[in-house]
């Protein structure tokens, strides 16, 4: 073990770490406007994948397959709550998590009739030679991935600061009650919630199908990962998700490169425990899940 080592199971966990990042990013607003933790999140990231595949391999432009795939995510995001979500009359935490539940195995189910069992490819956004980094290697799709969270913070912000509907999210987070009452629609406050986190599910997926291919039943450890991360940073702090998605990705390079490939998954479910156990309300947020 030498330090180009250590700096590539550095350098792939904070590409991976991204991604967890921008699945918590979409789990956490979704959350905030609505008070429902979506468990189907990582589906959207898998559908987004295989369309982006397809759609390729159908001859569009990659561009266009991204932006379809983006589409996608957001349509189907939307698609679950207004079939499953929205109809509940005063929603109790337990049956708004057997909802989505029931949405992710549904999700699960049909990706597999319509794209089958076997993985789907997705080309990289950009050619060329990986990067030398002091010896360890970056692909230019894994700075792509890095650089569409940093840009995927900037939208947020523009969009939470500048716009009404983002603010009119911003007071549902705050208050949904006291929204209401100030002529905030809040039941369409939360149909655009599912949407934008859908469409940042689909963008995740987009980004890092060319690293790691689409496959049906990836959409649990995209799940698993992004609450880890949502819930490691704290619901109520973007920057807080996007650091304990970079946390959680780096660790769980490191656990599969020092130790073995096998405790990789374990990583997201022993710190999704420990936090819930130490500080409920992650290690930037406020909000606790209840």
Same mark, same amino acid.
Do not use: H, K
């Given at each position: ?14 590409? /991976? ?33 295989? $369309?982006?595949?397809?759609?390729? #391999? ?12 983006? $589409?996608?995510? #957001? &349509? ?16 109790? !935490?337990?049956?708004? %998590?057997?909802?989505? &539940? ?31 980094? !002091? ?7 894994? %700075? ?25 999210? /911003? ?18 406050? @939360?149909?655009?919630?599912? @949407?934008?986190?859908? @469409? ?23 799940? !698993?990962?992004?609450?880890?991360? @949502? ?41 999704? $425990? ?17």
């Amino acid at each position: 073990m030498n330090s180009q080592d250590l700096l590539q199971y550095l350098l792939s966990g904070l590409t /991976l770490g991204s991604v967890y990042a921008m699945v918590g990013l979409s789990l956490t607003i979704v959350f905030n406007a609505t008070g429902v933790v979506n468990f189907a999140q990582g589906e959207l990231v898998m559908v987004a994948g295989l $369309v982006a595949a397809s759609t390729v #391999a159908q001859g569009l432009p990659l561009l266009v397959a991204a932006a379809i795939a983006i $589409v996608a995510g #957001a &349509l189907a995001a939307e698609a679950a709550y207004l079939v499953t979500v929205a109809p509940i009359r005063r929603p109790s !935490l337990f049956s708004l %998590i057997l909802v989505t &539940l029931g949405v992710a195995i549904v999700t699960r189910s049909v990706a597999q009739l319509a794209w089958g069992t076997e993985a789907r490819a997705l080309p990289p956004f950009t050619g060329g030679e990986s990067i030398d980094v !002091l010896g360890a290697s970056l692909t230019p799709q894994a %700075i792509w991935v890095m650089a569409g969270t940093v840009a995927t913070m900037a939208c947020l912000y523009l969009f939470f600061s500048r716009t009404r509907v983002g603010q009119a999210m /911003l007071a549902c987070s705050e208050n949904r009650e006291a929204a209401a009452l100030v002529g905030i629609d809040v039941r369409w406050v @939360a149909a655009g919630a599912f @949407a934008l986190g859908g @469409a940042l599910a689909g963008l995740a997926g987009v980004l890092i199908t060319p690293i790691t291919s689409a496959v049906f039943s990836v959409g649990v450890t995209y799940t !698993l990962a992004g609450f880890a991360a @949502a819930v490691l940073g704290g619901f109520g702090s973007a920057p807080g998700v996007v650091v304990g998605g970079l946390v959680l990705g780096t660790l769980e390079s490191f656990a599969g490169g020092l130790v073995s490939s096998g405790y990789r998954e374990i990583v997201p479910l022993a710190a999704l $425990v420990l936090v819930l156990m130490v500080r409920p309300g992650g290690l930037f947020g406020t909000r606790v899940l209840d």
